[in-house]
């Protein structure tokens, strides 16, 4: 049974930085992605980031590939997404999932089939 748990979450002043962690706990291999994604109030969920656990990171927009580095930490199946430059528009409730989605279809919310509980991340201006 594969579980995910997400930390570092919170309030933080436009232009600051934020780091969030997933770990991964149960049959986790080289063929899965990790992946963040997020969920503002009224909004449908949007894909963040994704990285296999064997190499190879995604990013879903140019902007957030410039603010954003989704990397894998040194304990076993733990990944963390590290939020530089943050904006208010970057406020919502962070998820982290994991599947086995094809390369094209790793942005795609319905390819992973185990999340976190999420985690809330608000930007104030």
């Known amino acids: 049974q594969v579980q995910l748990v997400e930390s570092g979450g919170g309030l933080v002043q436009a232009g600051g930085s934020l780091r969030l962690t997933c770990a991964a706990s149960?049959?986790?291999?080289?063929?899965?992605?990790m992946a963040w994604f997020r969920q503002a109030p009224g909004q449908e969920r949007e894909f963040v980031a994704a990285?296999?656990?064997?190499?190879?990171?995604?990013y879903a927009t140019d902007s957030i590939k410039a603010r954003f580095a989704m990397g894998r930490e040194t304990a076993k199946n733990t990944v963390y997404l590290q939020m530089n430059s943050l904006k208010p528009e970057d406020t919502a409730v962070y998820y982290c999932?994991?599947?086995?989605?094809?390369?094209?279809?790793?942005?795609?919310?319905?390819?992973?089939?185990?999340w976190g509980q999420g985690t809330q991340v608000t930007v104030s201006s």
């Open positions: 999932a994991t599947g086995t989605p094809i390369l094209s279809n790793r942005h795609n919310s319905q390819a992973y089939n185990h």
């Open positions: 149960g049959p986790i291999t080289a063929r899965h992605s």
């Open positions: 990285m296999r656990m064997s190499g190879g990171t995604t």
